[in-house]
């Protein structure tokens, strides 16, 4: 078993636990233990893009500098807000010596300095870089075939430029980890459209169109079902089908799994009851079909 | 440059230099954001990608244009900057390397520090209930200061 320090941000202990759940569960069977950061706080969700205010930068930072403490230098992420979110702030702590300087200054009263050194890492990574696909798919085997999966990236998995887990515009990793899972990648055009996020409190109409194009889309492409790797995209694509529902009349739903739900199913483990309850489109047809697959 | 064409002569140089248009407001948005808004040529890809404008008063591109003629007035009274969803779209494609979505949060911060747009989200007991812990912290990051 190797361990992975990780850090589950703050919807993976509420509105996401079947996620945190079917991660421990398909990555142990894969030989990887998560080990929760002994001490976390939430990473603010979002970087924050104003430059001239460097304080947001302490919360994400924070967390990188218990992972030192704990004697890691890799930081494994499920979530991709707190995966960007980190990532961005490493980033900056490295590249920007005002700002470096600043964030330093701020968090004097640490038992030791950060260096910076903390990688962060997304569960897509470690499976291609670090289980790698064709042992993973010689693990499956068969696994989901027959059944077609629409990846959506969403936005913080893949912008900005060069600190997302792919190529920005033409990603691949979630298809290849689809593929490996034996089931067939739907070519999505909405794969990378913002899902309306953060929005979805204030503005739960305009972002139920958002998940109205999104799963219409993915409909059309004959997706059995839509994966992502994102507690707020899930919310929004799965939840808002409520409002889409009760706005268009010929709106149909549409299940929507975590990725990890699916490796689950892929490897064979079983779809735990508890999880279903976390969904609001109905996911026991689906589950159904790629169990028999399985 | 003067031509002669079917016996006019007439003005074909246009000089609009950055120094002429310079507008306090889009300065100080660079100041926070980074973004030089003087770069942009109004091509409009940054407002064809955005998967919002359907909702915005005031389209991501005008928004742009809009600054550097200094229409603060216009731009703070807009809805596009808290319909906005950070999505970072706009920013990685414009051609011009503006980064669009961060001169977006500029004005954001811009109307918060004024406080002459007073910002809540308001949620109801039932909201809050309903809504996962990511979408509320992200919701009240974007209307803090
Ligand atoms: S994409 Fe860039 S250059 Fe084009 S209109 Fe938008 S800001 Fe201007
Ligand atoms: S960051 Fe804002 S303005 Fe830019 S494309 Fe996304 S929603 Fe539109």
Redesign the interface.
Known sequence: MTKLLYYPGCTLKADAQHFEESAMCALKELGFELQELERWNCCGTVFSLATDNTMFHLAPLRNLLRTREEGGDKLFTLCSMCYNTLKRANKLFNEDPEKNDKVRKAMYEEAIAYDGKTQTLHLLSLLRDEVGFDTLKNKIGKGLNGIKLAPYYGCMLLRPDGLGVDNMEHPRVFEDLIRAMGAEAADFPFRAECCGSYQTAQQPEIVAERTRLIIGSARKCGADAVAVSCPLCAFNLDQRQAIAARLHSDFELMPVLYITECLCLALGIEFKEPWKAFHYAPVDAVIRKMEKKA | MLKEKGGLSYNTKMEIETMDIKSEFAERIS????ANLFKCYQCGKCSAGC??A??MDILPNQIVRLAQLGQWDEIQNSNTP??C?????C??RCPRGIQI??AI??VR?ICLRNRNSERR?G?SDE?IK??????????Y??IA?
């Open positions: 100041e926070i954001s980074g998967p919002m359907e909702s808290w319909i969803a950070a999505c970072l779209a920013s990685v979505a961060e949060e500029a911060q989200l949620l909201q309903e809504l996962p812990p990511i979408a509320i912290i992200s919701a990051r974007k200061e």
